[in-house]
């Protein structure tokens, strides 16, 4: 099971830090996503890192505010967004893939956890 948390309310330019941690003695993905919601919209890729290697893949709307980061000894990903924007506000969705698939399609992934729900103020 995963979990996603640390959403909240912020104002643009700001800051937050999500987690996503995993429940369970062993967690050995191959890869981790964010994946987030915004209002009215469908679901859209954020960023992934490979759990292996730490490769980091990022939408473009997001390189160079957000860093996908793992720790592999607390089962954790985290997803450091930073100068947020009015256009970041969503719901964000942690995901897992077990196996090797492209890493853009919330499709190919296997596991999700419960969102946490992101707002930013203008």
């Known amino acids: 099971q995963l979990q996603a948390s640390g959403g909240g309310l912020v104002q643009a330019g700001g800051s937050l830090r999500l987690s996503c941690a995993a429940s369970g003695r062993t967690f050995s993905p191959y890869r981790v996503g964010w994946f987030r919601r915004p209002p009215g919209k469908e679901r859209e890729f954020v960023a992934a890192i490979t759990w292996s290697n730490a490769n980091r893949y990022y939408a473009d709307s997001v390189k160079g505010r957000f860093t996908i980061s793992r720790d592999n000894a607390k089962n954790a990903v985290y997803l450091q967004m930073n100068t947020l924007k009015p256009e970041d506000t969503a719901v964000y969705y942690c995901?897992?893939?077990?196996?090797?698939?492209?890493?853009?399609?919330?499709?190919?992934?296997?596991?999700w956890g419960r969102g946490t729900l992101v707002t930013v103020s203008s």
């Open positions: 995901a897992s893939q077990m196996n090797w698939r492209p890493y853009e399609s919330s499709n190919d992934y296997d596991n």
